[in-house]
Antibody
């Protein structure tokens, strides 16, 4: 199970931190993603972190503004979002990497809505 | 980035009839280790996406056998042998051979 929290309304230029609590699997064994979906739109990948947190990858438009991190002792995944823009408004899904050893996704959380508006 | 192109944009299907969705990638999804990293998801209204098919043709745990995937290289197809009312939603293909992960634009399936 993946449960996101921390969504809400924030002004442009503001910050927000999303959290994802994982359970039911060995969290430290899997890479984790954040994927977002703007209202009425398709899916857009945001960031990925390897199982041990050694490497992190970001979509170009969020590089330098967003930071993905994980705490394997607490089975949690975070997304720190700074300098937020209106175009960052979306539902943010925490997603579990699959066991294929590559970047596939096999399970998604319910999502957290982030609204960037003045 | 790899561009994923899905067709059609939408489908209206009579229950019990088959349906087919196409997905094309801008470069081959065949990895040197022999796997092809193409996934299919269904997003039902108000829900997160759920995995249907991984690595082109492998049904995920619990997915009914009326769903099947095929294809190779850059051309892929998801087939539903007999559409049921619970299959409504938006279907997405996704490539995971490289980051950024990229998704098709989605195919909305509705019941006639």
């Amino acid at each position: 199970q993946l449960v996101e929290s921390g969504g809400g309304v924030v002004q442009p230029g503001g910050s927000l931190r999303l959290n994802c609590a994982a359970s039911g699997f060995i969290f430290s064994s899997y890479g984790m993603h954040w994927v977002r979906q703007a209202p009425g739109k398709g899916l857009e990948w945001v960031a990925f972190i390897r199982p041990d947190g050694s490497n992190k990858y970001y979509e170009d438009s969020v590089k330098g503004r967003f930071s993905i991190s994980r705490d394997n002792s607490k089975n949690t995944l975070d997304l720190q979002m700074n300098s937020l823009r209106a175009e960052d408004t979306a539902v943010y899904f925490c997603a579990k990497g699959d066991s294929g050893g590559h970047y596939g996704v096999d399970f998604w959380g319910q999502g957290a809505l982030v609204t960037v508006s003045s | 980035d790899i561009v994923m192109t899905q067709t059609p944009l939408s489908l209206s299907v009579t229950p019990g009839q088959p349906a087919s969705i196409s997905c094309k990638s801008s470069r081959s999804l065949l990895h040197r280790e022999g796997k092809t990293f193409l996934y299919w998801y269904l997003q039902k209204p108000g829900q997160p996406p759920q995995l249907l098919i991984y690595e082109v043709s492998n049904r995920f745990s619990g997915v009914p056998d009326r769903f099947s995937g095929s294809g190779s290289g850059t051309d892929f197809t998801l087939r539903i042998s007999r559409v049921e009312a619970e299959d409504v939603g938006v279907y997405y293909c996704m490539q995971s051979i490289q980051l950024p992960l990229t998704f098709g634009g989605g195919t909305k399936v509705e019941i006639k």
